[in-house]
């Protein structure tokens, strides 16, 4: 069964800090990985996406990959009480369409 | 912008009713998808289609059936509706690089 593993939270860091939020996959052939905010009652909203070693930044935001170790990271600067939600973390195999989705961790920004 | 959008945001059904959810695109997407979302379970997917008129099961089909017959449109079907199957019920669509855009998701009560 491939699997895509987070911990569950609740993570809670002060506002302004950097948020870490961590990834661990099982199915080494993953090519693909993505990260999704979900507020609570809403749908995901996909934040980036990743496909090399190494670190891809979007604003506040940056990605890291490690394919030797399995493991993805979402890292998010100045921490606002506006990123509290659930963050979700998929993996894609990239020879088929579907997305394993881990169970995600809550992230509280606190003012 | 992609926009995927459901015919319902809440929706209420009594047990034994045939219930229709229904999906629209706008990006002329080939990949279409539904999952349901339940707490402690995360996203798991029903079923996926990749082209009009074709269909693959996911992981938890059982119950469930689906229709594509134009590109932009994909619908769910639950036969014949049973508790068991409360939940939030969102679509997806996927882009070139394998990311999935959701839409807002239906909140469904079968009583």
């Known amino acids: 069964q491939k699997e895509v593993e987070q911990n569950s939270g609740p993570l809670s860091v002060p506002e302004g800090a950097i948020a870490s939020l961590n990834c661990t996959y099982s199915d080494r052939g993953s090519q693909s990985f993505f990260w999704y905010r979900q507020y609570s009652g809403k749908s995901p909203e996909l934040i980036m996406f990743i496909y090399s070693n190494g670190d891809k930044e979007d604003g506040r935001f940056t990605a890291q990959l490690n394919k030797a170790s399995q493991y993805v990271s979402l890292l998010i600067r100045d921490s606002q009480p506006s990123d509290s939600a659930t963050y979700l973390c998929?993996?894609?195999?990239?020879?088929?369409?579907?997305?394993?989705f881990g169970k995600g961790t809550l992230l509280t920004v606190n003012p | 912008d992609v926009k995927v959008t459901q015919s319902s945001r809440y929706l209420v059904k009594r047990t034994g009713e045939k219930v229709f959810l229904e999906c629209v695109q706008d990006m002329d997407h080939e990949n279409m998808f539904w999952y349901r979302q339940d707490p402690g379970l995360g996203l798991r997917l029903i079923y996926f289609s990749y082209d009009v008129k074709m269909k693959e099961k996911g992981d938890i089909p059982e119950g469930y059936s689906v229709s594509r017959e134009k590109k932009e449109r994909f619908s769910l079907i639950l036969e014949s509706a049973s508790t068991n199957q409360t939940s939030m019920y969102l679509c997806?669509?996927?882009?070139?690089?394998?990311?999935?855009?959701f839409g807002p998701g239906t909140r469904l009560t079968v009583t």
């Open positions: 998929a993996v894609n195999r990239g020879s088929n369409y579907k997305l394993t």
């Open positions: 997806a669509t996927m882009g070139r690089s394998y990311e999935q855009y």
